[in-house]
Structures are given as C-alpha cells and as structure tokens.
C-alpha cells in the first residue's frame, strides 16, 4: 500500500498569521502602541498610513485562506482583487516613511533605505509569484504565505533588542530564526510535486539582501539612487 505523504495544509496559513498579530504588537510596543497610552504620541502621518497598510495587509493574509476553508470563494476573489490596491500603497508608504525619517546629509544613506527596500524586494518577489499564478493554487498558496513572513523580521527584530538588547547578535539572532522556519516549510514540503521552488527561492533572496547588510557592502549604483531619493520633495 503507498503511503499518504502529508502536505502543507495553506488553508489554515490564516490561524498562524494571528500569532504574526501578536508579534507586531509586542515588537513595536514600545516605539509605537506604547506611547499612545502614555501621552507621549507624536507620530506625523506617515507612521499612521504604514500601519494602516500592514494592518490591512495582515488582515487579508488571515482572511483568506479562512475563506477559502470555508468555501467562500467570490468574497475570496473580491479581496484578492482589493490587493491590488493596498499592495501598491504598503510601497509607497514605506518609502514616504523612510523618506521622512531621514537627511540627506546624514551618513550610510545607502545603508538606511537599503534595509526596508530589501523587504520591498522580497515581498514584491512573493506577491508577483502569488498573481502570476493566482490560477494555481499550489504557487499562489506559497506566494501569499511567503508575503507574511516578510512582516516577521520587521517586529521579530524589535522584540528581540527590546528584551535583551540591542546589537549584531540580536539581528543576526533574527535572521537565524527567518532561515529555520523557511528551512522548515522546505523540509515539510519536500514530498510535494509542485511548487517547492518558491521558498527556496525566498530563502535565497533573504541570504543575498542580508549579506550586503551584515557585511556592509556599498554598491556605488545604490548609493547615488539613494542621494537622489531623499533629495526629492516627498516628505
């Protein structure tokens, strides 16, 4: 008799990414939540509309796939097709973000948009991969999942420098807990036929944007984008 290989089971990939709810809040607690019970909010509007997108953003990743679980799939595609729309604004607001947060005469110019852009790289990666294949669930399934885990390293960092403290090793800490649980999704899949190739694929991209953030490497391209970007009147 051939056994039954267990699959991932996307349709409850919603349930998890409440525990992502968690972790925002905890990792941004003080910097942001916090300070809102303390009388000590002083955030322009750029923090507001970023958090408003994610907020979104993190809503649709726990939605859908309950949606789909229960069969519900004209309200799934209307909210698909919303995506559209809020995946454009979540970049814009990163970027009007980091633009007001920072001077162009300020030093690692490079270094200070580099790091939210390489969650835009990502993230941009896996939602490309969930719309060119929104027809196949097995890929777009994958994409959606690996939109999600983009928001992890953002709170996951915070939380860590905000309990034991700030540093290399908290990041890379950070980082080690982004590649076991992609290592993890690819181990559990391995039996899988079709799409196994996204994560590694994600994985990858994650090895390749941190490298250049851990070993401080300045590409000259990148540099000269960034002079350019924060002289604009964005912010």
Not at 128 to 134: K, L, V
Not at 156 to 180: D, E, H, K, P
Request: proline share 3%; aromatic share 16%; net charge positive.
């Amino acid at each position: 008799m051939e056994s039954i290989k267990p699959k991932l089971r996307f349709e409850i990939s919603g349930y998890y990414f409440i525990g992502l709810v968690a972790l925002v809040i905890l990792g941004f607690w003080p910097s942001y939540f916090a300070k809102f019970f303390n009388g000590t909010a002083d955030f322009n509007f750029y923090f507001h509309f970023h958090a408003a997108m994610v907020t979104l953003w993190i809503a649709m990743l726990i939605t859908q796939p309950l949606l789909i679980r229960k069969k519900k799939l004209t309200v799934h595609r209307l909210i698909g097709k919303l995506s559209y729309v809020v995946f454009p604004l979540i970049f814009i607001s990163v970027l009007l973000l980091v633009h007001s947060r920072h001077k162009i005469d300020e030093e690692n110019l490079d270094m200070r948009l580099f790091v939210p852009c390489k969650d835009l790289i990502i993230l941009g990666t896996a939602y490309f991969i969930a719309i060119r294949y929104r027809h196949d669930i097995n890929l777009h399934a994958r994409g959606m999942v690996a939109t999600g885990i983009v928001f992890i390293e953002p709170a996951l960092v915070r939380f860590i420098m905000n309990t034991f403290g700030a540093g290399l090793t908290a990041y890379l800490f950070t980082i080690g807990i982004i590649y076991a649980l992609l290592i993890g999704l690819m181990i559990a899949e391995r039996h899988q036929k079709r799409g196994r190739w996204v994560f590694p694929l994600i994985l990858i991209l994650y090895i390749l944007v941190h490298s250049v953030i851990i070993f401080n490497i300045h590409i000259g391209i990148w540099q000269a984008f960034a002079k350019w970007f924060f002289v604009l009147p964005l912010t």
